[in-house]
């Protein structure tokens, strides 16, 4: 009898922390299936942010470091520079990539490092209690934007994927969702361009990841799937960027 | 200048410190360095940018010291011999890297060339990153190696001792030389040979045929992160006993004893030998490593001293390495103080006329 579908091997067979509806264990199996589909486990090295995702590492089963606040993509230039027979990723939410981060996401890309970026976006702080992140949409109800985030003293949601474009070392930008089978199935083809790049020494590639984080966006699993479908992707339009 | 004996691999050459620093980390068979633009530690980073691609080693400009420093965490990781410098400003900036790398006991080597502070101070020389430097510098319980040059072979000869200890310690060493020694230019020899490989199981290299390895700081069940810290403690008291480093010079018969390093210790040498000329017994330690602090010698000072001797710790800043001193000669002797700071220094004439008057005072009474 032959087997269709199973635990992936790049993927340890324990229970995560991540809340009911959350997207990361969802991203994380993704991220595991490509590996094992293009037999790298053993050549991995992954970035772990500080984020809900910072002990990703205690569900992969490959090399992982972790990195301070922001810095995954600093880490991962020294790890791909020294050992470019590896594959290097980092794996990093809103606050790490597009706040805290912005410095050193801008000038790997725009040093055209040869990584593998998933950024995992779903308009919040996770770790922290619900924050405002750069993302967060106008409205948006977070603990530090209780009347919703104000574009006149909060700004607008950072739209780093289309930032990135522009820099002619960037070469592979997709940004997908997680809201529906067919999407995660469209996620995982551009999580699988975005690895195959690196292998093939295309150059940096990022794949931006819409991602429902129920507990702090006070919705249902189910609703926040739904909005990520009916509002945040108005927002963040899917497709490829570059 | 420069000429090669090739039989011993021993070159003398003309350089600046920041320049020997450069070379020394090289020939101490680093092969990673990341960072940023300050003065007055830019000969160093051109030098890198210059001679380590020659070597095969990796070169990167980063955006910022955080990155630099964050770069230096991956290439420790990744397991090989890796540094970056800056000056004080920017040193401030590293903090948040460096308590990352002691927290994760990667090996790695800082190089601060310190200017005058607080804030953008100036790019004149100081030592008033000696607090920063020896209590840590960013959050949490822990210490970096700290060795200070006084000298420009100094300078290159310490490289490969940093480079060392950290490997043998799995502790991020710094190197605390103020911007004059940077700047000055004198001879060195520099010897080619070959380093000490350190294995190192822990590296990340892909898990092909061993469990994966995981580089982290993070230590969130109840108890992990006490054990951290209790075996980073056995480290550092381990570190204490074995590694201090202090230079003597005339200090047998001393009454009275500087205490200075880096260049403020050249300026008080040449104070202890014109105290000496005119009748005054006087000697000098200096410190080579600051952190551990060569508390052995002055405790053992102390304790030998005749009555009535007197210490005098030197620096350029208002009062950072004498808490030290007196830390460790715990209230046996008189510590006196002398020192300037922001991108000023006491000159040999301040040194001679403090001890003068110290000498006086304490003939009267």
Redesign the interface.
């Known amino acids: 009898m032959q087997k269709l579908y199973g635990r992936p091997k790049a993927l340890k067979d324990v229970s995560t922390h991540y809340c009911p509806g959350c997207g990361h264990g969802i991203a994380h199996r993704l991220v595991a299936e490509v590996i094992d589909e293009l037999a790298i486990?053993?050549?991995?090295?992954a970035?772990?942010p500080v984020g809900c995702a910072?002990?990703a590492?205690d569900y992969?089963?490959?090399?992982?470091?972790?990195?301070?606040h922001g810095?995954a993509m600093?880490?991962?230039?020294?790890?791909k520079?020294?050992?470019p027979e590896?594959i290097v990723f980092t794996y990093q939410g809103d606050g790490d990539l597009a706040a805290i981060g912005t410095?050193?996401t801008?000038?790997a890309a725009n040093r055209g490092e040869n990584l593998t970026v998933i950024f995992i976006n779903n308009a919040v702080y996770g770790m922290t209690g619900g924050q405002m992140a750069p993302t967060t949409l106008l409205g948006q109800k977070t603990a530090t934007s209780l009347k919703g985030r104000q574009e006149q003293t909060q700004g607008y949601p950072l739209k780093i994927s289309e930032m990135l474009k522009i820099l002619p070392g960037v070469k592979f930008i997709e940004r997908v969702s997680l809201h529906s089978p067919q999407e995660i199935i469209r996620a995982k083809a551009a999580i699988k361009q975005a690895f195959l790049n690196q292998v093939h020494k295309v150059g940096f590639s990022l794949v931006e990841v819409l991602s429902p984080c129920p507990t702090y966006w006070g919705k249902s699993p189910k609703d926040s799937l739904d909005w990520v479908r009916d509002v945040m992707q108005k927002e963040f339009p899917l497709g490829r960027i570059k | 200048m420069k000429f090669i004996n090739k039989m011993t691999q021993k070159n003398k050459v003309l350089m600046s410190g920041n320049e020997a620093i450069a070379r020394g980390a090289i020939d101490a068979g680093c092969?990673?360095y990341?960072g940023y633009p300050i003065t007055p530690q830019n000969e160093l980073i051109a030098y890198m940018g210059e001679h380590l691609p020659d070597t095969g080693g990796?070169f990167?400009q980063?955006?910022?010291e955080?990155?630099?420093i964050?770069?230096?965490?991956?290439?420790s990781?990744?397991g090989?011999r890796?540094m970056t410098s800056s000056s004080s400003p920017g040193i401030s900036l590293k903090q948040?890297?460096i308590s990352?790398l002691a927290g994760?006991e990667l090996p790695s080597v800082i190089v601060n060339v310190m200017r005058g502070g607080p804030g953008l101070g100036s790019i004149s020389p100081s030592q008033a990153d000696y607090f920063q430097a020896t209590r840590g510098g960013g959050h949490g319980d822990y210490y970096c190696l700290v060795l200070a040059p006084a000298t420009v072979q100094e300078a290159y000869d310490f490289m490969r001792q940093a480079f060392e200890l950290s490997d043998k310690y799995r502790i991020p060493a710094m190197i605390l030389c103020d911007g004059m020694l940077g700047q000055m230019m004198e001879p060195i020899i520099t010897t080619k040979r070959k380093n000490k490989i350190y294995s190192k199981p822990w590296a990340?290299?892909?898990?092909?045929?061993r469990a994966?390895?995981?580089?982290?700081?993070?230590c969130?069940v109840e108890g992990d992160l006490e054990k951290l810290n209790l075996s980073l403690q056995k480290k550092y008291k381990e570190i204490f006993a074995k590694e201090q480093v202090a230079e003597s010079f005339l200090l047998e018969d001393a009454l009275v004893v500087l205490v200075g390093y880096g260049t403020m210790a050249r300026i008080a040498k040449a104070a202890v030998r014109r105290l000496r000329a005119e009748g005054i017994k006087a000697g000098l330690i200096c410190p080579k490593t600051l952190w551990p602090f060569p508390k052995d010698t002055l405790e053992s000072l102390a304790r030998k001293a005749k009555k009535g001797t007197i210490v005098l710790a030197v620096e350029m800043s208002y009062g950072q390495m004498v808490e030290d001193v007196r830390l460790s000669v715990n209230g046996k002797l008189p510590v006196e103080f002398i020192g300037r700071s922001g991108g000023e220094m006491p000159g040999e004439d301040d040194i001679v006329m403090t001890v003068r008057s110290l000498v006086k005072k304490s003939r009267r009474c």
Do not use: Q
């Open positions: 486990r053993e050549l991995v090295i970035i772990a910072v002990i590492y992969w089963d490959f090399d992982c470091s972790e990195a301070a810095r600093a880490v991962a230039t020294a790890i520079r020294l050992r590896n410095n050193e801008i000038h | 092969v990673f990341a990796i990167i980063a955006e910022s955080l990155a630099a964050n770069m230096v965490f991956g290439a990781a990744a090989v890796a948040e890297g990352y994760a990340l290299t892909g898990c092909k045929g994966p390895n995981v580089v982290k700081t993070l969130m």
